[in-house]
């Protein structure tokens, strides 16, 4: 009988490590009760997500302290309400090792020692879009950043920190040539392009899915997502849907 328990007691010394570690790397893709939906692989709020989002106590879904409005297979759209005063220095939360602001993106600066070229637009042309702020009266210059000619897919952090402008007001995704334009639509929502850290992974990729890859504009280093073939629907992704026939692409999650 002794004999017996000692050998119960080392067996279970020997699988419980492995209970703990697999319990840690489960992934929490739900966020309070707010959200009916879950995360799209690999989102989710927990160490075990391999992007990790956060999770309010009202059940929002934030990167820092801005809110989550859509997930899609390549991209994050992020709201950056009008604020004054808000530090450039912010937008740092937004540059992570599995996601970036793409060169889609304006970036609404104030408090700049010298005017930014060459979107720079005048408050009136985007008074009428959203609300400005009291800090932003109608003779003030809201300067512009965007990167040079839309060169590469990322927008430079260093760079845009080094344009000598104190203060972030707010951004947009919008067609670089329309920046000129009276028209331009200012929703104060920035893109962001998402991706998975390493080299090519068909072993994670399904069965009728593409592996693309790229290099991380935060530390150079490989990058890569799945992507299903033409004429196949799902997210490419082993662990999650993979890909299967079909005519019409999922809903992206919001």
């Given at each position: 009988m002794i004999i017996k328990l000692h050998s119960l007691i080392l067996?279970?010394?020997?699988?419980?490590?492995?209970?703990?570690?697999?319990?840690?790397t489960r992934c929490n893709r739900s966020c309070g009760t707010v959200l009916a939906k879950n995360l799209p692989f690999p989102f989710g709020f927990s160490s075990g997500c391999q992007i990790l989002l956060n999770c309010t106590t009202n059940g929002t879904m934030v990167i820092h302290d801005f809110p989550v409005q859509q997930i899609t297979s390549d991209s994050i759209l992020v709201k950056i309400p009008a604020e004054c005063?808000?530090?450039?220095?912010?937008?740092?939360?937004?540059?992570?090792?599995?996601?970036?602001p793409t060169s889609q993106n304006a970036i609404f600066l104030q408090n700049c020692t010298s005017p930014l070229t060459p979107?720079?637009?005048?408050?009136?042309?985007?008074?009428?879009?959203?609300?400005?702020?009291?800090c932003v009266s109608k003779d003030n210059i809201i300067s512009c950043y965007s990167e040079p000619n839309n060169q590469g897919l990322f927008i430079d952090y260093h760079?845009?920190?080094?344009?000598?402008?104190?203060?972030?007001?707010?951004?947009?995704?919008?067609s670089l040539?329309?920046?000129?334009?009276?028209?331009?639509?200012?929703?104060?929502?920035?893109?962001?392009?998402?991706?998975?850290?390493?080299?090519?992974?068909?072993?994670?990729?399904?069965?009728?899915?593409?592996?693309?890859?790229?290099?991380?504009?935060?530390?150079?280093?490989?990058?890569?997502?799945?992507?299903?073939?033409?004429?196949?629907?799902?997210?490419?992704?082993?662990?999650?849907?993979?890909?299967?026939?079909?005519?019409?692409?999922?809903?992206?999650?919001?």
């Open positions: 067996c279970l010394l020997c699988i419980l490590p492995s209970i703990l570690v697999h319990k840690s005063g808000c530090p450039v220095e912010t937008l740092q939360h937004l540059f992570s090792p599995n996601y970036a979107c720079e637009i005048p408050t009136t042309t985007v008074q009428t879009h959203f609300e400005l702020p009291d760079n845009l920190t080094g344009v000598q402008c104190r203060s972030l007001l707010s951004a947009t995704v919008v040539g329309n920046l000129n334009n009276s028209a331009v639509l200012v929703d104060q929502v920035v893109q962001l392009g998402w991706w998975l850290e390493g080299d090519c992974q068909y072993q994670y990729c399904s069965e009728d899915s593409s592996c693309i890859t790229n290099v991380s504009p935060i530390d150079g280093r490989p990058e890569y997502r799945c992507q299903c073939l033409e004429g196949f629907i799902g997210d490419g992704y082993r662990a999650a849907l993979g890909c299967r026939k079909g005519m019409f692409q999922l809903p992206e999650f919001i």
